[in-house]
């Protein structure tokens, strides 16, 4: 019970919500946002108010701000600028903050890396964000963004049905700025499109101790 809930759009805007204003939903739904023509809604996160924002772009940036600068709204109204994105550029993915976590993040052709938070300093509502991963080159464009920590396994599923399970721990940890490594080996014609993290395996035949 309470809280709220932070939506963040394609085209770069965020909008939070108590989450009693979603408490009586109807068979068809009920609006959660109104959008600008050609912007869609990209991620939704239950918040207590008081967390931080994580905003990752298709072009390789990444912000971070106070989620208190969004202030709350009613359902139907629109969103405010969460980031100021590059011609082009558009919003792939959202996070609320979790200390401690490192940030996981995907790009088209199958690299990636883990990069602590800490890179990553806090950031006015609606700036320009700092470079996360270079997209040029081998890279392409970035597809994924999540928070991970010791004890995930990170699925990375292509469009072509190929789905690869790695430990988040195997995943090359760099700074800010960089190419990451390769995650998975694709062909030519494939490439990733979507990531997630789930908890990892316990090895085949581990007992739990009497």
């Known amino acids: 019970s309470g809280g709220y809930i932070l939506f963040a759009t394609k085209l770069g805007k965020v909008k939070k919500t108590e989450l009693v204003a979603y408490s009586h939903p109807k ?20 918040t207590d108010g008081q967390r931080e924002v994580l905003l990752s772009t298709k072009e390789g940036i990444l912000i971070r701000f106070a989620e208190e600068e969004v202030r709350p709204t009613g359902r139907v109204a629109a ?15 959202a996070e609320v903050v979790q200390e401690g976590a490192s940030i996981l993040t995907v790009t088209a052709r199958g ?8 890179e990553y300093r806090l950031i006015g509502r609606a700036g320009k964000g700092v470079i996360d991963i270079k997209t040029e080159g081998r890279n392409g464009p970035v597809v994924g963004m999540l928070q991970v920590r010791a004890g995930n396994d990170i699925l990375v599923v292509t469009t072509k049905g190929k789905i690869i399970r790695v430990h988040a721990d195997e995943v090359t940890s760099q700074g800010r700025n960089t190419m990451g490594v390769r995650i998975i080996e694709l062909d030519p014609d494939d490439q990733v499109g979507s990531i997630a993290s789930v908890e990892a395996e316990q090895p085949t035949g581990a007992e739990s101790s009497a």
Do not use: S
């Not at 690299?111 to 800490?118: A, H, I, S």
């Open 79 to 93: 969103g405010v600028r969460g980031v100021d994105l590059a011609d082009g550029d558009q919003v792939i993915a």
């Open 111 to 118: 690299y990636g890396k883990r990069t602590p938070l800490d």
């Open 27 to 46: 068979r068809g739904g009920i609006q959660a946002i109104t959008l600008e023509e050609g912007d869609e809604v990209m991620a939704a996160r239950r």
